[in-house]
Structure formats: structure tokens, C-alpha cells
């Protein structure tokens, strides 16, 4: 059995500079990091690594410490109904399959991600679709697969089979949250890898539990309205450490593993938006044993 690749999201780590990123990559024994924040913010066409005068010594840097950039995890999103927001989130989009095309970045995750009101689903799944469409036409002579995750309402698979049933580009996928359909839809593994497994591309990673183990700082209404603005499908779950909540972890590693999944294991650790979760120092570390573990088990 070869052994996955293991990355981690920074949203974790949101404050963490392109320096402290690297080097705990490294400490922690990953191969990959999969960017959400740098330096405290999201908009990152804006920061400083990926600007295209800086590429040559970005590249460098990743070539020096041996880590890729698993994923670019941008807040595009397509749920919105005015068309001018969409096509600025299209135009987003592109902007950002370019960086990954001059930065040798495989995988660009997008939204859905939410249905204003329920009678409004075949509105959304067809305005996804045809956006997913158009990003995958741009990206299929870039080496960029841009990856839909199932979050918001994306989290039923019902609804991701849907928009895929639809879509004809060779570089658009699933970027599978292992977690959402699981602990928001009550769907078992198998039932959700038998509707979108075809399509799926990338994984996230995270364990919780139906009981809180921890109390909620004051910090954590601000960091949760943050999530909603940039995500309208956010939904809040009692996050635990990888390993410690009632997560199939294994089950799911194995119907990977079965099915010649061949992609990235990238921890989700919401840090930026639960703020009383543990520090990355102690989440990174835990994931990466705990993952390695689970992964030699007969």
C-alpha cells in the first residue's frame, strides 16, 4: 500500500508567516500544505509569496524545504444571485488558476455553496454548474483542477452528483470533505463515495463529536460571523482533536485506498474560525501521528 500524501490547511495557522509555515511542515513531517490564509488574510492574490515578481523565490523556498502547495483554497463561490458578483467570482477564479498554472499548484478549491431558499436548489445547481464549467475550459491546458468541496449545502452529495452529472470539463472535481456529509447529512461514507467518488480529487480531514468538549470563547461569534461572510455555507460542528470524536477515519481511508484514490489527506483544522480549539502547535503534530497511524493499520 503506498502511503498518502499528508498536507494541512492554514486555518490553523492563520497568523502564520510563509516562513513559520514551511518550517513546521517540515517539523511536523508533512509533505504539503494547503493554503487558506497567509499572514492573517484570505485574498491571497494579494499576498506578498504569490506576487508575480516574487514566484521565482516562492518556488525556491518549496524547492529548499521540500514541501508542495497541496491545494489553493480560495473563497470563490457561486451561490450568489446576482450574475455582475458572479462573474467577478469568475473572474476571481481564473485569476487564480493562473497563480497555480506559474506556481506548479494542482488543485484550486471553490464553493457552491448555498441555497438562498429551497425552492431556489435548481437555480443554484445549475448556476454552479455552468460556473464550473467555465473555470474548467479555462483550466484544462494549465495542469489545474479546480475542485468543488462539499460544504454548505454542497455537503449532500445529492447535490453534488447533480452539478457533476452536468459538467463536461476533464479538470473540474470534488474535493471530498470527508467530514461534511458525514456529521451534517447523516450520510455513511459509502453511500456518499458511491454518488461523487468518481469525481473526487482531494480530501479534507477532521474529527468531532455530537456532545461539545469546550466551552466557546468570546472571540468565537466574531470568528463565526467572519466564516458566514466569507462562506454562507458555514456550519458550526464540536470539533475535537484527529482520532478523538466519532469520525470513521478508517472506514474511509480504506474506501480510498480500495478505490485508487491517489490525492492529498489535507487536515481541516478551523482554528480561524473556533478560536477555543487547540494551538496548530498541538493539532499539526497530533494529525500527523494520529494520520500515520491509521494509515499502517492491517
Known amino acids: 500500500m503506498s502511503f498518502p500524501k499528508l498536507s494541512f490547511s492554514t486555518l490553523a495557522c492563520p497568523d502564520w508567516s510563509w516562513k513559520q509555515l514551511l518550517e513546521a511542515a517540515r517539523e511536523y513531517l508533512y509533505d504539503g500544505v494547503e493554503i487558506r490564509f497567509l499572514a492573517g488574510d484570505t485574498d491571497l492574490l494579494e499576498a506578498d509569496v504569490f506576487r508575480p515578481e516574487n514566484h521565482e523565490r516562492t518556488l525556491t523556498d518549496l524547492h529548499q524545504s521540500g514541501i508542495s502547495i497541496a491545494a489553493i483554497a480560495s473563497s470563490v463561490h457561486f451561490d450568489d444571485l446576482d450574475p455582475e458578483k458572479r462573474a467577478h467570482e469568475l473572474q476571481t477564479g481564473r485569476a487564480y488558476i493562473e497563480l497555480c498554472q506559474h506556481l506548479g499548484i494542482h488543485v484550486l478549491r471553490v464553493f457552491g455553496d448555498a441555497f438562498p431558499e429551497p425552492g431556489l436548489r435548481e437555480?443554484?445547481?445549475?448556476?454552479v454548474t455552468e460556473s464550473l464549467q467555465s473555470l474548467g475550459e479555462f483550466?484544462?491546458?494549465r495542469d489545474v483542477q479546480v475542485v468543488l468541496e462539499t460544504?454548505?449545502?454542497f455537503s449532500d452529495?445529492?447535490?453534488?452528483?447533480a452539478v457533476f452529472n452536468n459538467v463536461r470539463s476533464p479538470s473540474v472535481g470534488v474535493l471530498w470533505d470527508t467530514h461534511h456529509p458525514w456529521r451534517y447529512l447523516g450520510e455513511h461514507p459509502v453511500s456518499t463515495f458511491d454518488l461523487i467518488?468518481?469525481?473526487?480529487?482531494?480530501?479534507?480531514?477532521?474529527?468531532?463529536?455530537?456532545?461539545?468538549?469546550?466551552?466557546?470563547?468570546p472571540e468565537s461569534s466574531e470568528a463565526a460571523?467572519?466564516?458566514?461572510?466569507?462562506?454562507?455555507?458555514?456550519?458550526?460542528?464540536?470539533?475535537?482533536?484527529?482520532g478523538e470524536g466519532e469520525f470513521p477515519a478508517f472506514d474511509v481511508h480504506r474506501l480510498l485506498i480500495d478505490n485508487h484514490y491517489t490525492g492529498w489527506y489535507s487536515l481541516e483544522w478551523e482554528k480561524a474560525w473556533h478560536p477555543e480549539l487547540d494551538a496548530p502547535e498541538i493539532a499539526l503534530p497530533q494529525f500527523s501521528q494520529q494520520m500515520r497511524t491509521?494509515?499502517?493499520?492491517?
Do not use: C
Open 294 to 298: 491509521l494509515l499502517t493499520k492491517e
Open 139 to 141: 483550466a484544462e491546458n
Open 225 to 242: 460571523a467572519a466564516a458566514h461572510q466569507l462562506m454562507s455555507g458555514h456550519r458550526h460542528a464540536n470539533y475535537v482533536l484527529f
Open 123 to 127: 437555480q443554484i445547481i445549475h448556476q
Open 151 to 153: 460544504h454548505g449545502d
Open 197 to 217: 467518488g468518481h469525481w473526487v480529487q482531494h480530501t479534507h480531514w477532521k474529527d468531532s463529536v455530537t456532545i461539545p468538549q469546550k466551552e466557546a470563547v
Open 157 to 161: 452529495s445529492k447535490n453534488i452528483a
